[in-house]
């Protein structure tokens, strides 16, 4: 699983909180557009720590939810059988690493996959998501961003349908598209995320009405960065960057003894959740940097293949995301922050 330990850790000598950012010599010039419920399995690939730290980092955003949430049965990251738990406690790690604050935004989702396609696995998570979906006092959109399995966005949808009228869910997860692209070579028959919970896609994609934007396989793959950028943008940034580069070389090791060597790359693949909320376009909001297809929403099959459903609400399905844009704007994001993070006791303002 994705560890806590490591380098010793440091407390940082500045804290902040959510809803402000003191690491820019210039503030931002205007309000957060837009909300999101970050669910990922922390205790996994560590690529959503990435993810994390960049959608921490960007004041365009509002982060009213954290969602702990867990991974398969037996999972060689986290074979335990407490796995959200583990995720929360990673994600306060993190915040503490950070100097943040704000844990109180963190909640745990379920420990299990859903049973069947009709009755939700209650948990804090659930209760939250249901909380923020439904309020009346924001007008600003808000995005269930997910970078693992569905379960918890699943059994929100099953406690309350309404939310779907509430929210856009982004996905990175599920196979490849006829036309679009084909699987890679060896590939899982039924895609990492999907696997996590089969049940909790069919309801997603094939009961519900939750509008979809998708970041398939064929997609996140492209999300490669090499270990020299790694090295020299990321472990160079002080002990944050140090923490997240290490949590890759650690799979780097734990790989390479299996695959006969190790790769020079790495797929930072939950990172297109913040390209596409955080780094919209100023005018005509929209992910315009990336490209997407509109589909019909297909049914996900038991073998998790898609099935063609005639008249079914559309859905965005991403072909290609502007790497450019979503890495660089992380690498010196990360640098502004640990400037800012270094420079001395000073505690940092707080919203």
Known sequence: MTRMSGLPRAEPSRTWSLGSS?????????????????DNDFSGDPDDLYQLVHH????????????????RPDD?????????ENAASVVRDLFARMGLTSSAVIVQGSNGALEDRRTPQRSAAVAAI?????RDDLSTPLFYVAGG???????AWLVEPRIAERLTVVWIGGSEHGGLAVPPPNAMPIEYNLLIDL????????DSTLPIWQVPRDVYRQCLVSDAELRLRVAAAGPLGRHLYDEVAAVFALVGTHLGGASETYALGDSPLVLLTALQSLFEPDSTSSRHVQRPTP???????????AGARPMRVYTWVDTRLMFEDFYLKLAEFERWQSTGPTAGVSA
């Open 22 to 38: 003191p690491w820019q010599a210039i503030p931002p010039a205007s309000a957060p557009r837009a909300r999101l419920i970050i």
């Open 56 to 71: 921490l980092l960007s004041p365009s955003v509002t982060i009213p939810l954290v969602v702990a949430s867990h991974l």
């Open 76 to 84: 060689p990251f986290d074979p335990s059988d407490r796995q959200a």
């Open 130 to 134: 249901v909380a923020e979906a439904m």
């Open 149 to 155: 399995g569905l379960t918890d966005l699943a059994s």
């Open 199 to 206: 049940i909790a896609g069919q309801v997603v994609f094939t």
């Open 299 to 309: 049914a996900i099959q038991d073998d998790g293949s898609y099935r063609a459903v």
